[in-house]
């Protein structure tokens, strides 16, 4: 069984400015994949970013970049240089050899001038 | 193409009414899926198609019946729901049928009110 927690309900940032989204996991299996939606107002979600459990490198997309930390099971988001098509929730997820993508409660981002 | 199409996007339907919600893709992905989102809150797992054939069902109640006409198309059938079952329902895709270690992508879902 897997678990992710995001602690943030809510965050702010300035636009241009760089913020950092956090989360949590908790995983049985040795074998798993992380990842990073995004979900505006128009509902559908999008892969941020993803990172593989057996890769020590962060994964880094443009502005955003993960910091993995495998053996604490952290796994936060960087967004650099924010703007303001960065609003909206993010959610953490994790899944394993299932097909199973657990998330977790989400984080919503406001981006202010 | 690489879009998750849902149909349609609202839906207000009566409790004994009977209505189906269509997503489609065309991208060759071999696994769809089926979330359930409440407002606030995560996406939830309701089944999962690997290769046409269904592989997980959480426990879902029969009166939502899914079905996978073929690798394009998957639609969730409703019947008799409750209230509570008004919520933002999300279709996924992903290009291999039993690991899900690839980017799932989703649609725009729809928005379903149940009176």
């Known amino acids: 069984a897997q678990t992710v927690t995001q602690s943030q309900p809510e965050m702010s940032v300035q636009e241009a400015e760089t913020v950092t989204l956090s989360c949590t996991y908790d995983?049985?299996?040795?074998?798993?994949?992380l990842f990073w939606y995004k979900q505006p107002p128009s509902r559908q979600m999008i892969l941020v970013i993803r990172q593989e459990a057996y890769k020590q490198q962060n994964a880094t997309e443009n502005r955003f970049s993960v910091n993995f930390q495998k053996a604490a099971k952290s796994f936060s988001l960087k967004i650099s240089d924010s703007q303001l098509g960065d609003a909206a929730m993010y959610f953490c997820a994790s899944t394993g050899t299932a097909s199973k993508l657990t998330f977790g409660t989400g984080t919503r981002l406001q981006v202010t001038l | 193409d690489t879009e998750v199409t849902q149909t349609p996007k609202h839906l207000v339907m009566g409790m004994t009414n009977k209505k189906s919600l269509k997503c489609e893709q065309h991208?060759?992905?071999?696994?769809m899926y089926w979330y359930k989102q409440k407002a606030k809150k995560p996406p939830e797992l309701m089944f999962v198609y690997s290769y046409e054939k269904l592989s997980i069902n959480e426990s879902v109640p029969s009166r939502f019946s899914p079905e996978c006409p073929n690798s394009s198309l998957l639609n969730l059938h409703l019947h008799a729901l409750q209230p509570e079952d008004s919520a933002l329902y999300l279709c996924?895709?992903?290009?291999?049928?039993?690991?899900?270690?690839?980017?799932?992508?989703f649609g725009q879902g729809t928005r379903l009110t149940v009176v």
């Open positions: 991208m060759g992905h071999r696994a």
């Open positions: 995983t049985s299996e040795s074998d798993y994949y």
């Open positions: 996924a895709s992903s290009p291999q049928g039993a690991v899900m270690n690839t980017e799932a992508f």
